[in-house]
Nanobody, 116 residues
Framework: QVQLVESGGGLVQPGGSLRLSCAAS????????MGWYRQAPGKQRELVAT???????NYADSVKGRFTISRDNAKNTVYLQMNTLKPEDTAVYLC??????????WGQGTQVTVSS
């Protein structure tokens, strides 16, 4: 059973930065795509950013130029550097990992609150 441990959420003022981490363990298969999604109260879960094993990235338009996703394959860890945070970035951020062959796992989520 794959376990995902997320960290790095918290309260930050508008314009501030946070860095999220998600470490995966226990997978008997190789980890393929890793990513971050978010869900704000009353809204649907949405993609924030993904990164493949080869390093190809994909971002939601709303975070392009502000957020950077990266991964450390040796540690099976994915990071999300979030800069110039806005109040509308407030949400629970969830890590998602897909293995090969395909199985999908979700983290428990970490709260990010952007408020003055």
């Amino acid at each position: 059973q794959v376990q995902l441990v997320e960290s790095g959420g918290g309260l930050v003022q508008p314009g501030g930065s946070l860095r999220l981490s998600c470490a995966a363990s226990g997978s008997p298969f190789s980890i393929a795509t890793m990513g971050w999604y978010r869900q704000a109260p009353g809204k649907q879960r949405e993609l924030v950013a993904t990164i493949t094993g080869g390093g190809s990235t994909n971002y939601a338009d709303s975070v392009k130029g502000r957020f950077t996703i990266s991964r450390d394959n040796a540690k099976n860890t994915v990071y999300l550097q979030m800069n110039t945070l806005k109040p509308e970035d407030t949400a629970v951020y969830l890590c998602r990992v897909a293995t090969s062959p395909i199985s999908v796992y979700w983290g428990q989520g970490t709260q990010v609150t952007v408020s003055s």
